[in-house]
């Protein structure tokens, strides 16, 4: 196309690293999100809301690192506790004061969460969740509902269509797939349900022979993330807390993406509904690997090496000092919850703006623009299906346009505006704090371009 074109024209200083990295990494990364064709722009530095790539443009981020960026590049706070921690020294190899430090800011943040432990990414901490779950339960082998449309980590894929392939072995090319996932995936057995969908649960669970004693947690995120920021309604987290207790199983509440919501305690903060646990990641490390699992503390007492028989949980990395010192540091002197709050009615803004201006916009024929999401993460479709309308992945992916998000992505890197191929947005405090609000009247009036011309 035309602008993929210009895109190649404008970006061949990043053609030329990928081709340089693709002989040593397959496909030039290590993250599969970071590719797009024909190649990702590669970046040599970033600042405040900024970055540069390696032909010198600077764009607006976005994407906020898939909203682990919270704080925007080189926070002046965070960058002075990470040079005082380094000169302390990095990983102890013992227990320290600012572990505890952040776990009891974490506590008190997240309604649900009475004990925390640490990982290094949220994948772990979704891990280590479902093996408490299977412990604290004593189902060893106990199904784990999860959702189409789900992401809960790099093995834990769950992505939308999953659900019928799970039950459709025969058809070859389903079959492929479900190969892979079987692949790649953790080996618990999960049982695939429809996102905001009793019914489905409810099937799901009947058809388990025994369900009773078979069924060891509920896992899922309360909002969709990566299945395109659809929220859970409160009835359909009522309905599961109340089959969870009903069935004796853990229901765990992903919050690796959501836990910056309302005033920075998650979307739980919000709800009556208490999950048992919760998992968290990205920003909460002040930027550096991390990742949480806590809740109940009776379940997390099963992580007590005073307690006989207790559940070991290991990771060199789990405690050290450099993620530690800079979270707590984060958490206590810049994402305050009355920045997370503003951050969050920022977010809420600018999406009510540009779905009004999906209204008067597109000719007959053409997808509507809808913004998903909630608070700061924004998540844009091409369908035509009414947000109204869509309560599960399935819903908007029936009828979305993906070359014209293709296009749309190309087009907002010409207007200077770095987000995800797949249309995820995630607004960092660095667009608060420095004057980023007129970045942003700017993007908005972009989006209203391409929805007039496309
Ligand atoms: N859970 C959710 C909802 C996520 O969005 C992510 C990452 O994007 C993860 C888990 C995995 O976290 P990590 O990439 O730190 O392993």
Redesign the pocket.
């Given at each position: 196309s035309e602008a993929e074109a210009r895109y190649v024209a404008a970006n061949s200083a990043s053609r030329a690293a990928h081709e340089t990295a693709t002989a040593s990494l397959p496909g030039g990364n290590t993250r599969s999100?970071l590719h797009w064709e024909p190649y990702p722009l590669y970046i040599i530095s970033a600042e405040g809301y900024t970055l540069r790539d390696a032909d010198g443009h600077t764009y607006v981020d976005l994407l906020g690192e898939?909203?682990?960026g919270i704080y925007g590049h080189s926070h002046p706070v965070l960058l002075a506790a990470i040079t005082e921690t380094a000169q302390r020294g990095l990983s102890y190899g013992g227990p320290h004061a600012a572990e505890a430090r952040l776990a009891m800011l974490i506590k008190d943040r997240f309604r649900s969460i009475e004990r925390v432990r640490f990982t290094?990414?949220?994948?772990?901490?979704?891990l280590m969740a479902l093996a408490a779950a299977k412990a604290f339960t004593g189902r060893y082998r106990g199904k784990i509902i999860v959702f189409d449309g789900?992401?809960?980590?790099?093995v834990?894929l769950f992505p939308l269509g999953c659900k019928d392939i799970w039950g459709a072995k025969e058809e070859a090319e389903r079959a492929s797939k479900y190969k892979v996932l079987r692949a790649l995936n953790a080996p618990h057995d999960f049982l695939v349900a429809t996102y905001n969908d009793i019914a489905s649960v409810d099937a799901l669970i009947e058809s388990v022979p025994g369900c009773l004693d078979n069924i060891a947690a509920i896992l899922l995120?309360p909002m969709?993330?990566?299945g395109g920021g659809v929220c859970a309604t409160p009835e359909f987290l009522s309905h599961l807390r109340h089959r969870a207790d009903e069935l004796g199983a853990l229901l765990i509440f992903?919050?690796?993406?959501?836990s910056r919501m309302y005033a920075g305690g998650g979307i739980q903060s919000e709800l009556d509904v208490r999950p048992d646990l919760t998992?968290l990641?990205?920003y909460i490390g002040g930027g550096m690997?991390?990742?949480a699992f806590g809740g109940r503390e009776d379940v997390m007492a099963l992580f007590d090496p005073r307690a006989p028989g207790a559940l070991p949980h290991a990771g060199t990395f789990n405690n050290n000092v450099l993620t530690m010192n800079v979270g707590a540091t984060g958490l206590e002197r810049v994402f305050t919850p009355e920045k997370a709050r503003e951050l969050h009615d920022l977010g809420d803004e600018v999406r009510d703006r540009i779905n009004g201006l999906g209204d008067d916009a597109p000719g007959p024929g053409k997808k509507r623009l809808r913004v998903l999401g909630c608070g700061s993460i924004l998540v844009f479709h091409f369908t035509g299906t009414s947000i109204e309308n869509i309560a599960s992945p399935a819903d908007w992916k029936a009828d979305e346009d993906p070359r014209l998000l293709d296009l749309f992505h190309l087009e907002m890197l010409h207007e200077g505006f770095y987000l995800a191929r797949r249309g995820y947005v995630a607004l960092n405090l660095a667009l608060l704090e420095q004057d980023g609000r007129g970045e942003l009247d700017r993007f908005v009036n972009a989006v209203q371009r391409f929805v007039v011309k496309f």
């Open positions: 999100v898939y909203s682990a290094n990414s949220g994948t772990e901490a979704n789900a992401y809960h980590g790099g834990l995120e969709l993330g990566s992903d919050e690796v993406m959501t998992t990641g990205k690997s991390f990742g």
